[in-house]
């Protein structure tokens, strides 16, 4: 299980230093792609097998199904990490996510999640806010 928050640097050619918690339950291939709310998730191969057999199950006469298959798997990419634990995100992703420098990455549970510093510091003002409502809103949900 993926959990806890860090921040690295992304250097000029896109790559970026994969916490040492996560490296090994990341494998040695995995696959990244456009996440929800302008950051990127990464699946170790296992769980990204999951995520597509849930998705290939979407109605494909359901117009909001076909345009969320294509956004998120025409920007996945399969990735693996150098010797010095760092991995490579295509360009297309970097520009997707707004990755500049600063970058937090944060594990949630199956996936790990790639965000712009900044755009991380607004969903979490936003989210600590509201996480009281939040956490009440969901449906069968007690800690």
């Known amino acids: 299980m993926f959990m806890g928050e860090y921040q690295h640097n992304i250097d000029i050619k896109g790559r970026l230093i994969v916490p040492s918690k996560f490296r090994e339950q990341l494998g040695d291939q995995f696959v990244i792609t456009r996440g929800l709310d302008k950051c990127l998730?990464?699946?170790p191969l296992?769980?990204?097998?999951?995520?597509?057999?849930?998705?290939?199950?979407?109605?494909?006469?359901?117009?909001?199904?076909?345009?969320?298959?294509?956004?998120?798997?025409?920007?996945?990419?399969?990735?693996?990490?150098?010797?010095?634990?760092?991995?490579?995100?295509?360009?297309?992703?970097?520009s997707y996510a707004e990755l500049e420098k600063e970058t937090v990455i944060v594990g949630v549970a199956s996936r790990i999640e790639i965000w712009s510093?900044?755009?991380?510091?607004?969903?979490?003002?936003?989210?600590?806010?509201?996480?009281?409502?939040?956490?009440?809103n969901m449906i069968g949900f007690d800690i």
């Not at 510093?117 to 806010?129: G, L, P, V, Y």
């Open 117 to 136: 510093k900044s755009e991380w510091d607004k969903f979490f003002d936003d989210a600590q806010e509201s996480f009281a409502d939040i956490a009440e």
């Open 41 to 43: 998730f990464a699946y």
């Open 46 to 94: 296992d769980e990204w097998t999951k995520v597509e057999e849930k998705i290939q199950k979407l109605p494909l006469t359901k117009k909001d199904a076909r345009s969320f298959t294509r956004f998120f798997f025409s920007g996945a990419s399969e990735c693996e990490l150098d010797k010095q634990g760092r991995m490579n995100i295509p360009s297309n992703l970097t």
